[in-house]
């Protein structure tokens, strides 16, 4: 992609600047250097309305206070590693502790709230990149890392992860984008979603995975689209454990495919998840509640739903697979996600 600056909006926020992305459709994504983050991605309703189908904040400050990891690009390693310690060639690492005992999204590394190098830029796309030293919140190699997102005249909005590292490092960045595709209006209990995978990660109290189990004839099974308050209304001891979904899918298939779709019959908008991960963390943001924006004004339990392209929870301590996580100076980390807007008035 080479630098055109010339056709890139572009606004200061603070010490921090903000991009727009646009097609020929109408779609507007805004990007911004500040995490790497979505901060909102515009498109129009079935009525032909503009709708911002993601959450977010209204200021760089907000995000700074932040953790929930609004809109942002998380790592090193997103999700969990049990006691935040593995090991490599026989030697243990620690990393730092940030939930508990375990680590969570790359812990004090706060991709999500350094400022991104900018490296370049076009009306449909934008490349941004940071480094983690080597021992930041413990990782045992120097890492850079590069996200390019692309929007098409296809409407597909693509997030391509680029990671080197100068040692032998585990490796799993992914996008912690909160949907609404009502434009907030609602919750997403009326959203209709399908995933492509026949088991999920049952965890442990740590959400720690302990086994993976059929989600055949479970509120945990979307082979067959449903509604998620379906699910979030059920007793099931998994959905119960975390007040909704917060749950590990293990895709099927292998390389570039559709992972998954969600439709919202208010507004027509329908969204299409393509991904070469093995797998997707589904939340739906069960403790949005707990925070609030400058102005006050509370998030909403359930209010927006994250769909975390990734490697499994904790698969640096699996054996036989905990290699296929592993970042080195020949073997680079690369991966790419696909969000893919349709607008119709009714989606089967």
């Not at 190098?117 to 990782?139: D, F, P």
């Not at 899918?249 to 969600?262: A, E, S």
């Not at 027509?268 to 393509?274: K, M, N, R, S, T």
């Not at 991960?277 to 102005?295: C, K």
Request: glycine share 8%; charged share 20%.
């Amino acid at each position: 992609m080479q630098m055109t600056d010339s056709t890139m909006m572009k606004r200061s926020w603070g010490k921090y600047s903000v991009f727009v992305l646009s097609n020929l459709n109408g779609i507007s994504v805004e990007i911004s250097d500040l995490g790497a983050s979505i901060i909102k991605y515009v498109v129009k309703d079935k009525d032909n309305h503009p709708c911002n189908i993601v959450l977010g904040y209204d200021t760089p400050e907000e995000y700074l206070k932040d953790s929930v990891y609004m809109g942002a690009v998380v790592g090193p390693w997103g999700n969990r590693i049990r006691n935040a310690e593995f090991k490599l060639n026989g030697v243990g690492v620690q990393l730092d502790q940030n939930e508990g005992t375990n680590h969570l999204h790359g812990g004090a590394c706060e991709l999500h709230k350094k400022q991104w190098k900018v490296m370049a830029i076009a009306q449909q796309g934008i490349s941004l990149q940071t480094e983690v030293k080597k021992g930041e919140a413990g990782y045992p190699a120097n890492l850079t890392f590069n996200v390019t997102y692309r929007l098409s005249d296809e409407n597909e909005l693509a997030i391509q992860y680029w990671v080197e590292a100068d040692e032998e490092c585990p490796i799993n960045p992914t996008h912690h984008a909160y949907f609404n595709l009502s434009g907030q209006k609602k919750d997403i209990s009326e959203h209709i979603v399908s995933i492509d995978a026949d088991s999920y990660w049952k965890t442990d109290q740590q959400s720690i995975p302990i086994d993976h189990v059929s989600v055949n004839d479970t509120v945990m099974d979307f082979l067959n689209p449903k509604k998620i308050g379906i699910g979030l209304l059920s007793d099931h001891d998994d959905i119960k454990a975390t007040q909704g979904y917060d749950h590990c899918y293990i895709l099927n298939g292998y390389g570039l495919r559709p992972v998954g779709w969600v439709y919202e019959p208010s507004s027509g908008i329908a969204l299409e998840v393509i991904s070469d991960r093995p797998a997707v963390q589904f939340y739906t943001g069960n403790n949005l509640d707990e925070h609030v924006r400058s102005d006050g004004r509370p998030f909403r339990k359930y209010g927006g739903f994250c769909f975390e392209t990734q490697a499994y929870p904790n698969q640096i301590n699996m054996d036989g697979i905990n290699h296929d996580v592993i970042c080195s100076p020949d073997r680079p980390f690369r991966s790419t996600t696909i969000f893919k807007v349709e607008v119709e008035a009714s989606f089967k």
